[in-house]
């Protein structure tokens, strides 16, 4: 069997050795230039997107209620920005600040009342749960 | 040797080896040479181990040779089953282990590097995986030593614990980590449909009638993505950011060990759970030659941009795994030759060429090619070394290279219908590479060095010239003689026994 | 009627028990020194009658002792089967551990305190113990009091902040055993019975009643608060860190997993599956663990304190023995299925968290570290404490051939079993986060360095080796072996036959009833 592209290879490394020989430069420096230009910043690119988006769910995990609440005030800033005054919005970015600082300080813990509710709320379930189930 | 040891226990025996040999490795950590002969010694006495398997498992019709430790599940094993194909894989590896041995202690006595105790401690525990792996009879045995690989790599590839060490480490543990999740899941669920793990020849046949179309689809996408080792894109990122490792982890764990012991996997699952006539009625094939030859072709181009010679490199392993892919996905006898024959040849090619960048790295201290101008003349030997493994990445003889290459385009033609299309992306790759390597070899020797302080003849130490030198030999010897090391033989073997291949 | 020796056993453990926290007491008085030589040989002794009564039942059969002569329903009973051998051996196995590792870090935590400290804790080992072998339900009850009433005390003893930690486990834990004691009030007043036996040859005809389906809501209820079950959790991540270490360990490895059998015990003994089939309490269960799974880990990531972080990571462990006690009804498997998953998990988190937590005793002991951050260059003055906390680590994340792995690939094949594909998600997902903020401990530990510590080329001076005294050392060692060493135990399949006992008892797993 005759390998139909052998001959294009030995081709390709003679014309390769004889352009380099001939013009002092490597050929096909344009196909380089794109691997260089658009490819690796399109690659770039992706990596930074997923990079972001793996950091952001570190952030969020590392404080959830108070990422969330971040989460929530940026948006409505965003949202209601064009309609309301620029002194209201002034002050919703100032809360915006006071949620971020608070992040960066420890963990809230559950108080002993929530704890509480929380446990009344699970045997509530449960109960609805029985009494939908059962009859 | 006969009566020396048993061969049921050899497997373990040669899995042992390094086990045994760390621990003396941290029991003379203050003493340099005589932990270093420890390893040579532990890498010198499993290569015997595993080379003395070859001609039973030759001689043996490919019967395995198997050893059982314990049933952990009804009909699941632990314990290992010596192959024509494992042993393919664990001559690579264990003989490779010889060699960069003796590299690294040049490597880390020259760039006096720390922590040198814990670096030859894992280097044992992770050959101890990779060969594990080679040998392990089922897919449970083999998940265990995939994760010991997996963990006991991240401390070399975080060796030098800079920021940057660091969190490369941490990528490298994150995917492959994530990736032993899937793993695990594909294991319990063929478990869980078959009641088996165990590697057949010809697939597990039951397989087919447990369980539907659509789950054997989705198994085969959850061992792919088990399998991130064996970095096909959009899953390859850990390997180039792994590159801060010291060269000698790169040369035998990234160009040998780590990866192929994701490629093994692929090409056990394909030919020995689900067998080629199951791939071919799923048509999952083509599917796989299809992610191979995108990530062939992609990582071709992205090697092209690469100006850190071990990142161009890695690149171009990238590559070259999955030209070992897609030779299984052809699914043709010659195909899944040339596949298994590459795992072999591609590693003593590559790992020539990370040896020779670790070499330069230690001489002049230089990492970008285009740095590199007239080195060519400094260190004649290291970049003659390089050409050849060159030439082999780029398929021209006279080197290994050249007869994969040649059984890749055979299987596609063998395989007939859309797969005769692909030897013309084979050429693309092949004109690539060439782009991609010969600018290496043209700046080391026909480029003018800017300082040009004389081109005096300036090697690396011979604890790491000797290792480079013979790997290239070999590679040469490869393209004349491929029974060295029996390799053409086993993997005629291993190639008669799966039986039923589709035309 | 005649008992052999081993049969008077389950009482003894007990009376042994209780008789030397009172010594401990009056010796205390005499000479300090004495406790802890008292505690450690009475655990001692506990433990080899634990191994003769494991023993006896695997051999001969069910142990049932009378307390006073007194015949079952009107008299307590003390039954030991192979459910409560098993539990009896884990517990005292990590209390004779963690008495041996208190010995140097209650000298130097609490020095004025080691008398109280040591009476309390035997009086722990007492109520866990009672819980275990008891064979009546309002006995199980007085015994809960007792070690909870012993551990707030515990709790509270580095005072400060300890105190308010201690207020509100004792708030939540009373909750919790008035919930316990409301369900046995409401059992009581439909069977009149308090015996578990009794009680489960009495229930059957009464199943549709809803005073005993509330009664069983009442259970689960309250000792879901006692073992912190999400989103019942809120009491553990203070208790956990500001307890002394080895009562840390003991929370986190023994005192949430007896409240676990407990459970299991009132589920399967006092009813029984064909009840449990009847509500769908189970299923719900299997997804409030599968979200406590989730959310105790992610949490735990939140951490910066080393001890808040392994508590909040012991939320998510005790999801996976409710998930596995959840899906115990569903499987059928001779080996995953019933409750072979959740009873070896109870082991097996026993073994890591103990060590972990020692552990981080060990570093608070020796520098006062408490904040992962603190941790740089700990791998080279500590490597014997570091190395175990790498191998218990490596559990948690479930890397072969650990402990963690064995319940990892158990629990997820009940899953397969059940059909319930996406607890498989869970679990993998869960060792990934575990795998987040184990790792970061580590790589602190090992990896990085401090910002005035330059690289180093040769062997650097500064890492001179400061390990922790031998009696501390040791029991740290050997949970960190164990976890290795039981994990390739476990897939031998060598203790499968006690779980396999206990499906036999329940009528689960391949003995379930199509």
């Known amino acids: 069997m005759i390998l139909i592209d052998e001959p294009l290879m030995y081709a390709f490394v003679a014309f390769w050795i004889i352009w380099v020989a001939v013009r002092r430069k490597e050929p096909g420096r344009w196909l380089i230039k794109f691997c260089e230009g658009p490819l690796m910043t399109f690659a770039r690119f992706i990596d930074f997107y997923v990079m972001r988006m793996a950091g952001f769910f570190v952030w969020v995990s590392k404080n959830p209620m108070v990422a969330l609440r971040i989460k929530e005030k940026e948006v409505r800033l965003k949202v209601e920005k064009p309609v309301i005054t620029p002194k209201k919005a002034e002050e919703y970015e100032r809360g915006l600040e006071e949620v971020r600082i608070r992040y960066t300080k420890e963990l809230p813990r559950l108080s002993l009342g929530a704890s509480i509710l929380l446990i009344l709320l699970f045997f509530l379930v449960y109960l609805a749960m029985y009494l939908l189930t059962v009859h | 040797m006969e009566q020396l040891i048993p061969i049921p226990y050899r497997p373990l025996l040669a899995i042992l080896c390094p086990a045994i040999g760390s621990i003396f490795i941290v029991l003379f950590g203050k003493r340099p040479n005589i932990r270093e002969s420890w390893t040579m010694l532990a890498s010198i006495a499993q290569f015997l181990i595993v080379f003395s398997m070859v001609p039973i498992v030759i001689g043996g019709n490919g019967e395995p040779i198997k050893y059982t430790l314990f049933t952990a599940f009804p009909s699941v094993d632990f314990g290992f089953s010596v192959d024509a194909f494992g042993l393919i894989f664990a001559i690579t590896s264990s003989f490779l282990w010889i060699l960069v041995s003796s590299y690294s202690i040049g490597y880390m006595r020259s760039l006096h590097e720390h922590a040198q105790t814990r670096y030859y401690f894992c280097f044992c525990w992770a050959i101890f995986g990779a060969v594990g792996v080679a040998l392990s009879g089922n897919l449970f045995t083999m998940f265990v030593f995939y994760e010991i690989l997996t963990v006991s790599t991240y401390p070399l590839v975080a060796h030098d614990q800079t920021p940057e060490a660091l969190f490369a480490g941490r990528k490298y543990l994150a995917y492959l980590l994530t990736a032993g999740g899937f793993f695990l899941a594909a294991v319990v669920i063929t478990y869980y449909f078959t009641g088996t793990t165990d590697f057949v020849t010809g697939g597990i046949p039951n397989l087919a009638s447990e369980a539907s179309r659509t789950a054997l689809m989705a198994l085969f996408a959850l061992f792919l993505l088990g399998f991130m080792k064996a970095a096909w894109m959009p899953f390859h990122s850990w390997l180039p950011t792994a590159m801060v490792a010291p060269t000698p982890v790169s040369a035998l764990l990234h160009a040998v060990a780590v990866v192929k012991a994701g490629v093994f996997g692929i090409v056990r699952v394909v030919c020995y759970i689900y067998g080629v006539d199951l791939m071919h009625g799923l048509g999952l094939g083509l599917v796989l030659a299809c992610l191979a030859t995108f990530t062939i072709i992609v990582a071709n181009l992205f090697a092209l941009a690469q100006d850190n010679l071990k990142r161009r490199l890695a690149y171009s392993t990238i590559n070259q795994l999955s030209l070992i892919i897609f030779g299984v996905a052809l699914l043709s006898p010659e195909g899944i030759e040339g596949a298994m024959m590459h795992i072999p040849f591609h590693g003593f090619m590559k790992i020539t060429l990370f040896m020779c960048a670790g070499a330069i790295i230690v001489v002049s201290g230089k990492k970008n090619i285009s740095e590199m101008a007239g080195i060519g003349k400094e260190m004649p030997v290291t970049m003659i070394a390089f050409t050849i493994g060159a030439l082999g990445m780029c398929a021209l003889p006279p080197t290994a290279g050249y007869i994969t290459h040649h059984f890749f385009v055979h299987g596609c033609e063998e395989a007939g219908g859309t797969m005769s299309f692909f030897p013309y992306v084979l050429l693309i790759a092949a004109i690539l590479d060439v782009m991609y390597f010969f600018p290496i070899i043209y700046t080391a020797f026909f480029a003018k060095s800017e300082g040009s302080s004389g081109s005096k003849i300036n090697e690396a130490p011979l604890f790491m010239l000797v290792p480079i030198a013979i790997t290239a030999t070999v590679s040469i010897i490869f393209f004349f003689y491929p029974d060295l090391f029996h390799i053409s033989e086993l993997v005629e073997t291993a190639v008669s026994s799966l039986g039923g291949v589709h035309p | ?514």
Request: overall charge neutral.
């Open chain 3, 1 to 514: 009627m005649i008992l052999s020796v081993v049969e008077q056993f389950p009482v003894l453990v007990i009376v042994v028990s209780l008789l030397s926290a009172f010594t401990i007491l009056i010796a205390g008085w005499l000479n300090k020194k004495s406790c802890w030589v008292i505690s450690f040989a009475t655990i001692l002794v506990q433990l080899v009658m634990a191994v003769f009564i494991l023993h006896h039942v695997l051999t001969v059969g069910t142990i049932h002792y009378w307390l006073g002569g007194w015949s079952p329903p009107w008299g307590i009973e003390y039954v030991v089967d192979a459910l409560n051998a098993y539990i009896l051996v884990i517990v005292l196995s990590l209390a004779l551990i963690c008495v041996t590792y208190s010995k140097r870090s209650i000298a130097h935590e609490l020095p004025q305190k080691i008398v109280s400290f040591y009476t309390l804790y035997q009086l722990l080992v007492t109520g866990l113990c009672g819980v275990t072998v008891t064979g009546d339900i309002f006995n199980m009850y007085v015994f809960i009091e007792i070690f909870s009433l012993s551990a707030y005390a515990l709790i509270a003893s580095r005072g400060k902040i300890a105190l308010k930690a201690s207020f509100t486990y004792l708030v939540l834990g009373s909750i919790g055993a008035c919930f316990f004691l409301l369900g046995i009030g409401f059992l009581y007043s439909v069977t009149g019975s308090l015996n578990m036996h009794d009680l489960s040859l009495i229930l059957p005809p009464l199943y549709e009643n809803k005073v005993v389906q509330a009664a069983f809501v009442f259970f689960v209820v309250g000792l879901s608060i006692k073992m912190a079950l999400f989103p019942l959790h809120t009491w553990l991540p203070d208790a956990h860190s500001f307890a002394p270490s080895e009562i840390s360990a003991m929370l986190s490895g023994i005192i949430i997993e007896v409240s676990t059998y407990a459970l299991i015990r009132v589920s399967f003994s006092v009813y029984t599956v064909a009840f449990i089939k009847l509500l769908p309490i189970f299923d719900f269960l299997c997804w409030v663990a599968a979200f406590g799974i989730i959310i105790g880990s992610v949490l735990a990531i939140a951490q910066y304190n080393l001890k808040r972080m392994l508590a909040y990571s012991s939320v998510s462990q005790m999801g996976y023995i409710m998930l596995a006690v959840g899906l115990s009804t569903s499987t059928h498997s001779a080996l995953w299925g019933g409750l072979t998953p959740a009873l070896m998990h109870i082991l097996n988190h026993a073994l890591m968290k103990g060590c972990l937590f020692l552990v981080a005793g060990a570093f608070i002991y020796k520098a006062e570290l408490w904040n992962i951050t603190d941790f740089q260059g700990l791998g080279r003055k500590m490597p014997y404490t570091c190395a175990a906390f790498m191998l218990a680590a490596i559990s948690m994340i479930g890397v072969p051939p650990s402990v963690g792995f064995v319940s990892k690939v158990y629990i997820i094949l009940a899953c397969l079993e059940s059909g319930k594909f996406i607890f498989v998600a869970v679990m993998l997902l869960s060792s990934l986060l575990n795998l987040v903020y184990f790792w970061r401990v580590i790589e602190t530990m090992y990896m990085k360095r401090g910002e005035g510590e330059e690289r180093s080329h040769s062997h650097s001076s500064s890492s001179k080796i400061d390990e922790i005294p031998l009696s501390m050392l040791i029991p740290v060692l050997t949970l960190a072996g164990l976890c290795i060493i039981m994990g390739v135990v476990w897939l031998t399949e060598i203790p499968l036959p006690i779980l396999d006992q206990v499906n036999a008892l329940f009528g689960l797993g391949r003995y379930a009833i199509p």
